[in-house]
């Protein structure tokens, strides 16, 4: 159990709908990471914050958007999602916002399957 | 652009020595991490480089050569349970820092 938590942990849903993607980062980390895995592909990042602010940007749809809240906590919206969105989505978070050790630490995931 | 590439697949037998390779072409190079990650599960950390050379830890040994954009990752004494996908993952510095991964190297260890 890395103490990183992530709900829900399956999502279906239709095309053209909207979801919200829930994460608790480890107690103390500041920054917290969103990765998409398809199905055979690798993680793609798709954003980070620390300490509520926005940080730094991978390959994330405008339909897409984050935001970390006072309590740390994080939400991943997904909207207008389309057949290719189905993926696994994980939530990881560190202490630092970047440099030396600063290994992330990965919730368990939320699969998504839009349908 | 960032590019990272490690092999599909490889299989060994339990335990024999494993070494994983893993090439980039990156800018804004700021440390290179390995992952293993189980079949539907989160990846775990297993090793971070930053610096030329080789760093081992229990059964684990990383190496990274900067100037040549080459990693390996040495897995010894195979066990069943190291049957699972190895993430290479190398962190840049380019408009903030971002960790790109490689598509990762499924290992099957047989008996």
């Known amino acids: 159990d890395s103490g990183v938590t992530q709900t829900p942990k399956h999502l279906i849903t239709a095309t053209g709908q909207r979801v919200t993607l829930r994460c608790s980062p480890r107690s103390g980390d500041l920054s917290v990471y969103w990765y998409q895995q398809s199905l055979d592909q690798g993680l793609q990042f798709l954003i980070q914050?620390?300490?509520?602010?926005?940080?730094a940007k991978g390959n994330i749809l405008e339909r897409f958007s984050a935001q970390q809240f006072p309590d740390l906590h994080s939400e991943l919206n997904l909207s207008s999602l389309e057949l290719g969105d189905s993926a696994l989505y994980f939530c990881?978070?560190?202490?630092?916002?970047?440099?030396?050790?600063?290994?992330?630490?990965f919730g368990p995931g939320t699969r998504l399957t839009v349908l | 652009g960032q590019n990272i590439d490690q092999p599909t697949e490889m299989t060994a037998t339990e335990g024999a020595i494993v070494q994983i390779n893993c090439t980039y072409q990156t800018s804004g190079f700021n440390g290179l991490f390995w992952y293993q990650q189980h079949a539907g599960e989160a990846p775990t950390f297993l090793s971070y480089n930053v610096l030329d050379g080789l760093e081992e830890k229990g059964r684990f040994s990383s190496f990274l050569s900067r100037s040549k954009g080459y990693s390996y990752l040495l897995l010894k004494e195979l066990q069943m349970k190291d049957s699972a996908s190895y993430l290479c993952?190398?962190?840049?510095?380019?408009?903030?820092?971002?960790?790109?991964f490689g598509a990762g190297t499924r290992l099957f260890v047989k008996a």
């Open positions: 993952a190398v962190r840049v510095h380019t408009g903030g820092f971002k960790t790109i």
């Open positions: 990881a978070s560190s202490q630092l916002l970047a440099g030396g050790y600063n290994e992330q630490f």
């Open positions: 914050y620390y300490n509520g602010e926005e940080r």
